[in-house]
């Protein structure tokens, strides 16, 4: 006689999940995001396949941050990019060409030059990604992408100064992670989109394994970037984050 009280109370559970999923507002759900994807501190090994319209290379690259204002990179290969640095310090941003043995200030239009002929800008670099802070968000769809069941998202910016006035989000119900994105112009247009094809679990936290950023303006099929490894929570000196380690 216990089985059927136990089966409701589980029915019960399951329900009150459900409800509680389809009430989550726009808003609770780039939160949730924002939890998995923006940790304090990390330093990850990555590499960057950039595949242009007659040929394909890859980079591989370290990197330090500290919050959403510090991060630091090192290119480690192949040899024609090792050893150049990067080096952001809230909206500003600095990088080392070792063969010139010159740092060099990236701003104004700079900003949305290429970063080494990929389809990431310095501005994409320099972007907050805590998107809750920069975006307001609406629950406008309800899709699969694959076996995977998303909320879809449109976001719009609450700021002027941002690189992509509006996106539109495909968000895994369950681990909270966009799995495609569509970045928007001012005026509307489809500027770049990004679509992760590999997702993996560290600690308690859901990541980006494999992505593809495209530039839709730019031959090529995209420039893949896949996570080697990463590890947060990662007390960093603050030396890193100095002008004076871009020549060290």
Known sequence: MKKPVIFICIAILLCANAAYADSLSGRDILINVDKNLCPEDRVGV??????????????????????????????????????????????????????????????GHM???????????????????????????????????????????????????????????????????????????KSGVLLKTLTVNEVFKVGERWYPKRMIYKDVSLEGSGTVIIIESIDFNVRIPDSVFNKASLKR
């Not at 769809?141 to 996106?167: F, I, N």
């Open 46 to 107: 990555s590499s960057l396949i950039i595949n242009g319209a007659r040929a394909s290379r890859t980079v591989k690259c370290k990197s330090w941050a500290a919050g959403m204002d510090k991060a630091y990179t090192q290119y480690l290969a192949p040899p024609r990019e090792a050893g150049t640095k990067m080096l952001k310090l809230k909206d500003q941003l600095w990088t080392y060409d070792p063969t010139t043995d010159r740092t060099i200030l990236i701003a």
């Open 111 to 185: 900003l949305r030059q290429s970063m080494l002929g990929s389809d990431i800008s310095y501005e994409d670099f320099m972007q907050d990604s805590r998107l809750s802070s920069i975006y307001d968000a609406e629950v406008t769809g309800d899709e699969k992408l694959g076996d995977r069941p998303c909320y879809v998202l449109t976001l719009k910016a609450k700021v002027d100064d941002v690189a992509y006035h509006s996106r539109r989000l495909w968000v895994d119900r369950e681990r909270f992670i966009p799995l495609r994105q569509e970045l928007n112009g």
